[in-house]
Nanobody, 113 residues
Framework: QVHLVESGGGLVQAGGSLRLSCAASGIYFSVNPSSWFRQAPGKERELIAHITSGGSTNYLDSVKGRFTISRDNAKNTMDLQMTSLKPEDTAVYYC???????WGQGTQVIVSS
């Protein structure tokens, strides 16, 4: 059975950094494309970063240059390094395996001004 578990969320001041991690069981990130989404209160869930099985990445324009998606194949995790955080980055962040439509439970990020 496939499971994804996010960690690393929390409360941070604007301009600060956080690193989210998504641990997988029952499946390997190294051979699957994977993504980070977020959902802010009252808004739809949006795709913010994606990494292909080959390692190519792409980002939502609003996070480009501030967020970095990566994989650690040895640990079988997918990470999201977030820097220069803004209050509008406040959301629940989810990791996702699009081919399998598998989602984690989400981790809350709150950025205070």
């Amino acid at each position: 059975q496939v499971h994804l578990v996010e960690s690393g969320g929390g409360l941070v001041q604007a301009g600060g950094s956080l690193r989210l991690s998504c641990a997988a069981s029952g499946i390997y990130f190294s051979v699957n494309p994977s993504s980070w989404f977020r959902q802010a209160p009252g808004k739809e869930r949006e795709l913010i970063a994606h990494i292909t099985s080959g390692g190519s990445t792409n980002y939502l324009d609003s996070v480009k240059g501030r967020f970095t998606i990566s994989r650690d194949n040895a640990k079988n995790t997918m990470d999201l390094q977030m820097t220069s955080l803004k209050p509008e980055d406040t959301a629940v962040y989810y990791c996702n395996l699009p081919w399998q439509d598998i989602w984690g439970q989400g981790t809350q990020v709150i950025v205070s001004s």
